[in-house]
């Protein structure tokens, strides 16, 4: 399962942004290949996601700037429902929310949780309930 080998990537290739050094400016993050391998898993796990519970996804990534490894933003709908989630390496966590459409950017209240493995479980959870309901 995608979301599997999500939970494994994040669970090695962890980036400590408290204990790189500062000197004026961020230290860059230029691992291409890892970011990229990042963007292509985390897109991959939410459309596994979404089709895991019948819902329509649509997808983008953003490779971000030099100092993490972007992020992947998706509205997720069922039912004449929308939700938007965004997984976020630089701040390491799961942004998620409901939205009127595809284009509700400031939806409603914003909700976030530890961008780690056992995170995918709980996002499916509300994903369905939210979009059932």
């Known amino acids: ?27 860059s993050y230029r691992d291409y290949s890892h970011k990229m391998k990042w963007l292509r898993l985390g897109k991959a796990t939410l459309k596994e996601i979404a089709q895991n519970i019948g819902a329509e996804a649509v997808l983008n990534t953003n490779p971000s700037g030099d100092i993490d490894r972007g992020y992947v933003t998706g509205f997720f709908t069922k039912n004449g429902k929308a939700a938007f989630v965004q997984l976020s390496d630089g701040v390491k966590d799961i942004l998620y929310r409901t ?6 950017y400031s939806g409603g209240r914003n ?3 530890p961008l780690v493995g056992q995170s995918f479980d709980h996002l499916t959870e509300w994903l369905q ?5």
């Open 1 to 27: 399962m995608k979301t599997d080998k999500l939970r494994s990537f994040l669970a090695i290739n962890s980036i400590d942004y408290d204990s790189l050094p500062y000197s004026g400016e961020h230290e």
């Open 99 to 104: 939205a009127e459409s595809t284009k509700d």
């Open 111 to 113: 909700n976030t949780m």
């Open 129 to 133: 309930e939210t979009l059932v309901s």
